[in-house]
């Protein structure tokens, strides 16, 4: 049998530097919470290929629906000859992201496509230019969405001129804000939108309801209400990336929900959380999901407003793949797993697991300044202690020592410094115990 190693040369020698990998070992095959590399050896996933295999790696129905949709047809192009899972996964997006109104969807590969997608859309239905993105934002790694992301190494560095028309204004980051309140985040952003690119030539703000690659940054209560008002009341849309906290993550369907996004009509009996009703009620016009929508194939799509969506010509939206059928396939099935098992509860079950051990770890280690994040999206911030000086190099280690002991941990974050979780939602808890207990071990040898 192949090793490890052995792939690691042929990698080498055939795969494009630029293209890394977190671990050095070469997965044979995985299950809900581990993978079990070519040499046999099982590791404890905290990662979920990045948010993605939320309902596990070879989810029962995923792995059944895709094996019956590949018998029948791989590929037509939607645009050529049309099927109706596209259709039915429309359907889905239209009753689960956030709004109660008459909305549209449009399927993309990548989470990018969809980004870059909606600020098409976003542009001609208003028509005007200006997008205004967060520091710390991740939107991908095309030119439009480099242009949105925040952070120079590694994404962005020398691949530039970017896409022009791209506003970056501050985030809420409690943490390193000096504890402004949302409201007064939100102000201090649109203060400079106002001043430097003016509401009237902004067609959107884009913004993640819970940063993801910026270091899982959750905005102050009341940042994307404020947000999302200005936007509406100057003529202008309010997309949330909900790439990576979508589809049950953060213990809702999605992460607006949290804030007093109204939930779409089916979402309201599984996964909002009775603790937030009673917030300002708000939505935003248009949605971008991906990574966690089709139990690791890949799909993704724009969400919103009927009017918004519609307002594009025939034929200015597409591509040869999107809503591939097999991908489709695997959301009808993935969606359907997230409801019979209740994977928001599952995502809650994780955080009231996880936060108090990290809070417990972060009270007796002082390079641990903040513990953060929602549902089964959680991340420590490593600092020098007593300060809020980034400590990229702990992270690292302790990362690194997590790796050598089984379990696959990502960091994040602009600096570098935070250590994040992202369990599959299906994790059960002797795994997750197992985890968790490597972390704390980790922490306490580095
Ligand atoms: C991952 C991610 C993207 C990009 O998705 P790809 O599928 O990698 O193109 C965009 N936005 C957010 C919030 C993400 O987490």
Known sequence: ?????????????????????????????????????????????????????????????????????????????????????????????????????????????????????????????????????????????????????????????????FAGEVYRVPMSYPFRDGGLSGTEAAARALDQVDKQVGAANVAAIVAEPIQGEGGFVVPAGGFLPALATWAASAGALFVADEIQTGFCRTGSWFACEHEGGVPGPGARVAGTRPEHQGQAEWVPDLVTTAKGIAGGLPLAAVTGRAEIMDAVHPGGLGGTYGGNPLACAAALAAIETMRELDLAAAARHIESVMMPRLRTLAGRDQRIGDVRGRGAMLAVEIVQPGTTTPDPTTAGAVSAACHRAGLLTLTCGTYGNVLRFLPPLVIDDPTLERGLRILEEAFSTT
């Open 1 to 161: 049998m192949t090793t490890s190693e052995e792939l690691h040369k042929r990698r080498t020698a055939a795969v494009a530097r630029g293209v890394g990998s977190v671990i050095d070992s070469y997965v044979d095959h995985a299950g809900g919470g581990t993978l079990t590399d070519v040499d046999g050896r099982e590791w404890i996933d905290f990662a979920s290929g990045i948010a993605v295999t939320s309902v596990g790696n070879a989810a029962p129905r995923v792995v059944a629906a895709v094996r019956e949709q590949v018998a029948r047809f791989t590929h037509t192009c939607f645009m050529v000859a049309p099927y109706e899972s596209y259709v039915a996964v429309a359907e889905t997006l239209n009753a689960l992201t956030p709004g109660a109104f008459e909305k549209r969807s449009a399927l993309f590969n990548s989470g990018a496509e969809a980004v870059e997608n909606a600020v098409k859309i976003a542009r001609h239905a208003t028509g005007r230019p200006a997008v205004v993105v967060f520091d710390h934002a991740y939107h991908g790694r095309t030119n439009l969405t480099m242009a949105m992301t925040a952070k120079n190494m590694p994404y962005k560095h020398r691949f530039g001129p």
